[in-house]
């Protein structure tokens, strides 16, 4: 099993629609959870970072997660053609303010925003 | 600018060659990770830095592979013999432990390595 798990895609919507991204994880100590967008041949970008259940909202941009299922989800609403991209999800051992500790991330899910 | 820079961008390389990608991270950041990651994967760990000491290096990390940090500043990534395996986009990462943004790590544009 790998340790963190995202469908490949790609996931193809319409614009305006919402797109919805998923995440699970296998390590139940995982404390901070990251999505970060990658546009081909570029480097990842940090979108929104997420510690606690429940949902975090920035824009158009919602993250959500579960820790008791262990499950990470990212939410884009009134989708653009610029959001097409690969959206990776990251997880780490550390919490808020541990400075880091190494990013295990999935293999990204390919998104296509279509007009 | 004052994100993380990192230098060549590009290097193809033969076969057997040595090659060294330099990594300037966010002034003042304390943690500065090296990545690498292919075509169609997400970016796998190699190893990290708290300041100058090397606290973690993966498995993935060969015995050709050097990476330092000698002045807790900049980084140097090295790869001796270089095998086409050893292909990939290299990069650099900082983050600042101990503060309220301590947990997110900023990315540098990437080091692409060819080997030939």
């Known amino acids: 099993q790998k340790e963190v798990e995202q469908n490949s895609g790609p996931l193809s919507v319409p614009e305006g629609a919402i797109a919805s991204l998923n995440c699970t994880y296998s390590?139940?100590?995982?404390?901070?959870f990251f999505w970060y967008r990658q546009y081909s041949g570029k480097s990842p970008e940090l979108i929104m970072s997420?510690?606690?259940?429940g949902d975090k909202e920035d824009g158009r941009f919602t993250a959500q997660l579960n820790k008791a299922s262990q499950y990470v989800s990212l939410l884009i609403r009134d989708s653009q053609p610029s959001d097409s991209a690969t959206y990776l999800c990251?997880?780490?051992?550390?919490?808020?303010?541990?400075?880091?500790?190494?990013?295990?991330f999935g293999t990204g899910t390919q998104l296509k925003v279509e007009l | 600018d004052t994100g993380v820079s990192q230098d060549p961008r590009h290097k193809i390389t033969k076969r057997g060659q040595n090659v060294t990608f330099r990594c300037d991270p966010i002034?003042?950041?304390?943690?500065l990770y090296w990545y690498r990651q292919t075509l169609g994967q997400g970016p796998e760990f190699l190893t990290y830095?708290?300041?100058?000491?090397?606290?973690?290096k993966s498995r993935l990390l060969s015995d050709r592979f050097s990476a330092e940090r000698p002045k807790g500043s900049f980084s140097t990534l090295e790869i001796q013999r270089t095998e086409q395996g050893d292909s990939a986009m290299y990069l650099c990462?900082?983050?600042?432990?101990?503060?309220?943004?301590?947990?997110?790590?900023?990315f540098g544009e990437g080091s692409w390595l060819t080997v030939v």
């Open positions: 990462a900082s983050s600042n432990r101990g503060t309220g943004d301590g947990n997110t790590i900023y």
């Open positions: 390590d139940r100590v995982s404390q901070s």
């Open positions: 997420i510690y606690s259940n």
């Open positions: 990251a997880v780490s051992k550390d919490g808020v303010t541990g400075g880091g500790n190494k990013l295990t």
């Open positions: 002034s003042e950041h304390n943690r």
């Open positions: 830095f708290q300041n100058e000491a090397q606290l973690e």
